[in-house]
């Protein structure tokens, strides 16, 4: 079954939910459109100027307090791990949740309304394939406070969790296989709960003003307050597993893997999502042809000139050995000795300095978005770099591999590019970086 080819799947037609929202209180509609294939998962700000949208996409996370709030330049959007897993799960992997306030309503705690609104959508099957991961080797996170999170080889995407309240109260575990129709009976309907010491704080500080027994269990001590009986005897661990999905969807990618989650939470089911973005990455860079042979895709040095203006010291291609489709390229920079920067960047240590790699990554995409306006009268300029990391130093003798992915464009005006260098296989820097384009 991992051999067979899974495609992408939207949303049949737009379908409209409201409600309240938890942190404000007020009242939020929320609708869900199709989306074209490699869209991914978009949310709309409906409510602010131009209607921003935002990627529910890992490298967008930016807090995990209680939940998972992502948000692009100032635009936020919180509490979106119960829609994201209802979407994930129901095998969405295609489309816009557009609303006119910064969260979606809370409904009754749980993924219910969203798995309802989806159904009522209906799941249509697109054309391209679906990125799925499949794990090949453990990988895990842990934290401080006990939380342990253990992704396992396995030909399904299965969850099995325990979850423990304060003096370990409330101890459950359950595991199962998540598929649309496992999800929608077992996990969906679970709600949100919270122990009473964590929210009277809170309440006091009025910041959950949507908050009450109608959309989340309050657990006081030994009691449970809620305004339906549990609807499972294990339900909080349900919820547990909808949240650790909802989390996980960030990662933009079909898990084929065993997620055993100990204690689990968004800032670690976060964390796990961030290192599977990474591995994801790290494969795909892996999976380009590294061969030096140039073949007519590419582009030979007097080609990459013809192009860039930029010339030695300062043109950091040496070819670019090939692209992939109209939005990903990839190219090569031998890096010697020789480059001035090297004698001063560190006598005796020489290292080079990131903002080479960043220039480099910069050249390629420009390079990438060259091809795709088709023109040489209108020049991109490198205008913002964000989540740039440099996570290897790259020295002498390194063969550099550089990679550009057009993520975003918007028609003639602006490009967005996800940048990565590669040495021996493993990336060394990344970034997003932003391009404008100005006639010559
Ligand atoms: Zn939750």
Redesign the pocket.
């Known amino acids: 079954m991992s051999t067979s080819l899974e495609l992408q799947h939207t949303v049949g037609k737009t379908a409209s939910l409201s409600g309240t929202s938890l942190h404000t209180g007020e009242e939020v509609s929320l609708r869900l459109h199709p989306a074209t294939v490699d869209h991914g998962i978009k949310f709309k700000r409906k409510d602010l100027p131009d209607e921003p949208t935002i990627d529910a996409t890992i490298d967008n996370l930016k807090m995990v307090e209680r ?1 998972t709030t992502i948000g692009e330049g100032s635009v936020r959007v919180h ?1 979106v ?2 829609v994201l ?1 209802a979407l994930s799960a129901m095998d969405v992997d295609n489309a816009i949740v557009e609303m006119d306030a910064n969260e979606p309503p809370i409904g009754d ?1 749980s ?1 219910q309304p969203y798995v309802d609104l989806i159904k009522k959508a209906g799941v249509i099957a697109q054309e391209e394939p679906r990125k799925v991961f499949h794990v090949r080797e453990p990988m895990h996170v842990e934290s401080k406070t006990d939380t342990l999170l253990v992704l396992l080889p396995c030909e399904t995407f299965r969850i099995s969790c325990t979850q423990a309240g304060p003096n370990n109260r409330f101890a459950q575990f359950l595991s199962m296989e998540i598929t649309p129709a496992t999800f929608e009976r077992e996990i969906a309907p679970a709600r ?1 709960f919270v122990y009473y010491e964590d929210v009277r704080p809170l309440m006091e500080k009025n910041l959950i003003k949507g908050g009450s027994l109608e959309n989340a269990i309050v657990v006081r001590g030994e009691a449970v307050l809620s305004k339906e009986p549990l609807r499972f005897a294990d339900e909080f661990v349900r ?2 597993i ?2 650790i999905v ?1 989390d996980l969807a960030l990662a933009g990618l079909r898990i084929r893997g065993h997620v055993v989650a100990v204690k689990p939470g ?1 800032a670690a089911n976060a964390e796990l999502a961030r290192a599977l973005a990474r591995e994801q990455t790290r494969r795909s860079a892996m999976s380009g042809s590294h061969a030096m042979p140039i073949g007519d895709a590419g582009l030979d040095t007097g080609e990459v000139m013809k192009i860039l203006p930029h010339r030695y010291p300062f043109l950091m291609v040496d070819r670019v050995i090939g692209f992939e489709g109209e939005n990903k390229i990839t190219a090569v920079k031998c890096i010697t000795i020789n480059e001035p920067f090297f004698q001063g960047h560190f006598p005796g240590h020489p290292v080079m300095p990131g903002v080479m790699q960043v220039e480099a990554m910069a050249q390629v995409a420009s390079l990438l978005l060259f091809k795709l306006t088709k023109t040489t009268s209108r020049i991109g300029y490198f205008m913002s770099a964000d989540s740039v990391k440099f996570r290897k130093p790259v020295f002498p003798g390194d063969t550099m591999f550089i990679h550009a992915e057009l993520t975003r464009s918007r028609g003639e005006r602006m490009a967005k590019t996800k940048c990565h260098c590669v040495v021996n296989d493993a990336v060394v820097s990344e970034g997003e970086l932003m391009f404008t384009f100005l006639d010559k």
């Open positions: 939940a509490t791990e119960h897993a705690g993924a949100t919820h547990k909808l949240d909802g968004h």
